[in-house]
C-alpha cells in the first residue's frame, strides 16, 4: 500500500467523522483535501461526486424509509437542480484545455468554499435564533415551488462544477424558505434530493474526466466508516466549537485556492477566530436571553 493511498484513507476518514458528527456535505472539505495531496482539481471533483453519490444514497434510503424527507420539496429541488448538475462537467470542458480547466475549477472551488463558509456560518446564526423548541420544527410549511426550483438550479451548478454545496448552500437555502420544517425532515430532503443531484453531477465527470480508481476506492473505505463513527459519537462531541471552526477552515482554504498569499490566509485566520469567537458568544448571549424572558 503506497504511502498516496494511505494519505487518502486518513483523508477520507477523518474528514467522514466530521460528516457524521454534523452533517455536513463532505464535498466542501474532501475536495479541497484532494486537491492539497495533489489530485488534480478536475479529477478531484469526479472522484468526489462518484464517491458521495454512494455515500449519500444510503443516507437517504434510511431517511427514505422513516418517512423524514418532505416529498414535494424534494421533488422541486430535484428538477432544478439535476439538469444543472449533469451540465457541469460540459462546463469545464469547454472552458479549454486541461490547464485551463484546472485553473477554472480550483477558482471555483474557492470561490463556492467563500460562499460555503458564509452560508453555514449563517446557518448556525439561524439555528441558534429558532430556539431550542423551534428547531424541532412541527407545522407542515407551504411548498413554494418557484424559488425551491431556482434554488435547486443554483445548487446543481454548485455541485456539478466544485462537488460543493448540496449540504451547505442547499441546506441553507431550504432553512430559510421552510423555517418550520423540523431538523429531522430537513436532513432527509436535503439526502434524497441530493441522491439524484450528485449522481447526475457524477455521470457527466465520468464522461467527460472518468475516474481514478486509486483515488475512488480508498475515498469510499475511508470515508464510510469515518461516517459511521461521527455519527456514533456526535452526541458526546460539543458541536459549536466544531462547526465554528469548520467556518474557519472553510473560508481559509477557500482563499488559498483563490491564490491569497498564505500570510494574509494566516492573518484572516486568527481574525476570524478572535472576532468569531465574540461574536458568536454575544448572539448567543442575546437570544438566550430572548428564550429566558
Same mark, same amino acid.
Given at each position: 500500500?503506497?504511502?498516496?493511498?494511505?494519505?487518502?484513507?486518513?483523508?477520507?476518514?477523518? *474528514?467522514?467523522?466530521?460528516?457524521? !458528527?454534523?452533517?455536513?456535505?463532505?464535498?466542501?472539505?474532501?475536495?479541497?483535501?484532494?486537491?492539497?495531496?495533489?489530485?488534480?482539481?478536475?479529477?478531484?471533483?469526479?472522484?468526489?461526486?462518484?464517491?458521495?453519490? #454512494?455515500?449519500?444514497?444510503?443516507?437517504?434510503?434510511?431517511?427514505?424509509?422513516?418517512?423524514?424527507?418532505?416529498?414535494?420539496?424534494?421533488? /422541486?429541488? =430535484?428538477?432544478?437542480?439535476?439538469?444543472?448538475?449533469?451540465?457541469?462537467?460540459?462546463?469545464?470542458?469547454?472552458?479549454?484545455?486541461?490547464?485551463?480547466?484546472?485553473?477554472?475549477?480550483?477558482?471555483?472551488?474557492?470561490?463556492?468554499?467563500?460562499?460555503?463558509?458564509?452560508?453555514?456560518?449563517?446557518?448556525?446564526?439561524?439555528?441558534?435564533? +429558532?430556539?431550542?423548541?423551534?428547531?424541532?420544527?412541527?407545522?407542515?410549511?407551504?411548498?413554494?415551488?418557484?424559488?425551491?426550483?431556482?434554488?435547486?438550479?443554483?445548487?446543481?451548478?454548485? #455541485?456539478?462544477?466544485?462537488?460543493? $454545496?448540496?449540504?451547505? #448552500? =442547499?441546506?441553507?437555502?431550504?432553512?430559510? !424558505?421552510?423555517?418550520?420544517?423540523?431538523?429531522?425532515?430537513?436532513?432527509?430532503?436535503?439526502?434524497?434530493?441530493?441522491?439524484?443531484?450528485?449522481?447526475?453531477?457524477?455521470?457527466?465527470?465520468?464522461?467527460?474526466?472518468?475516474?481514478?480508481?486509486?483515488?475512488?476506492?480508498?475515498? *469510499?473505505?475511508? $470515508?464510510?466508516?469515518?461516517?459511521?463513527?461521527?455519527?456514533? *459519537?456526535?452526541?458526546?462531541?460539543?458541536?459549536? *466549537?466544531?462547526? +465554528?471552526?469548520?467556518?474557519?477552515?472553510?473560508?481559509?482554504?477557500?482563499?488559498?485556492?483563490?491564490?491569497?498569499?498564505?500570510?494574509?490566509?494566516?492573518?484572516?485566520?486568527?481574525?476570524?477566530?478572535?472576532?468569531?469567537?465574540?461574536?458568536?458568544?454575544? /448572539?448567543?448571549?442575546?437570544?438566550?436571553?430572548? /428564550?429566558?424572558?
Amino acid at each position: 500500500m503506497s504511502s498516496d493511498v494511505v494519505a487518502l484513507l486518513i483523508a477520507a476518514f477523518g *474528514i467522514g467523522i466530521v460528516v457524521g !458528527l454534523t452533517g455536513m456535505g463532505g464535498g466542501a472539505l474532501m475536495t479541497p483535501a484532494l486537491i492539497v495531496l495533489g489530485v488534480p482539481p478536475t479529477s478531484a471533483v469526479a472522484n468526489d461526486l462518484v464517491a458521495a453519490a #454512494v455515500n449519500k444514497s444510503v443516507g437517504a434510503a434510511v431517511h427514505w424509509s422513516e418517512g423524514s424527507p418532505h416529498r414535494a420539496v424534494a421533488g /422541486w429541488l =430535484m428538477l432544478g437542480s439535476v439538469p444543472t448538475a449533469f451540465a457541469g462537467a460540459f462546463i469545464v470542458r469547454a472552458v479549454g484545455g486541461e490547464d485551463a480547466q484546472d485553473d477554472f475549477v480550483k477558482t471555483a472551488i474557492g470561490v463556492t468554499l467563500l460562499v460555503a463558509a458564509s452560508t453555514y456560518a449563517f446557518r448556525l446564526l439561524l439555528e441558534l435564533r +429558532r430556539g431550542p423548541d423551534l428547531t424541532k420544527g412541527s407545522a407542515e410549511p407551504t411548498v413554494r415551488p418557484l424559488l425551491t426550483f431556482l434554488v435547486g438550479v443554483v445548487g446543481g451548478l454548485c #455541485v456539478g462544477l466544485t462537488s460543493v $454545496g448540496s449540504g451547505t #448552500v =442547499m441546506m441553507v437555502a431550504l432553512l430559510v !424558505l421552510y423555517p418550520t420544517l423540523g431538523g429531522v425532515r430537513l436532513v432527509g430532503t436535503d439526502l434524497v434530493q441530493a441522491v439524484p443531484l450528485v449522481v447526475a453531477a457524477a455521470a457527466s465527470h465520468v464522461i467527460v474526466t472518468g475516474v481514478d480508481w486509486s483515488v475512488l476506492i480508498p475515498l *469510499i473505505l475511508g $470515508g464510510t466508516p469515518g461516517t459511521y463513527l461521527g455519527a456514533r *459519537i456526535a452526541n458526546r462531541v460539543p458541536q459549536s *466549537i466544531i462547526r +465554528r471552526g469548520i467556518v474557519i477552515v472553510l473560508a481559509l482554504t477557500g482563499l488559498g485556492l483563490l491564490g491569497v498569499p498564505p500570510l494574509w490566509v494566516a492573518a484572516a485566520g486568527v481574525v476570524g477566530i478572535v472576532a468569531g469567537t465574540l461574536a458568536w458568544r454575544a /448572539w448567543r448571549a442575546r437570544h438566550l436571553h430572548l /428564550w429566558i424572558s
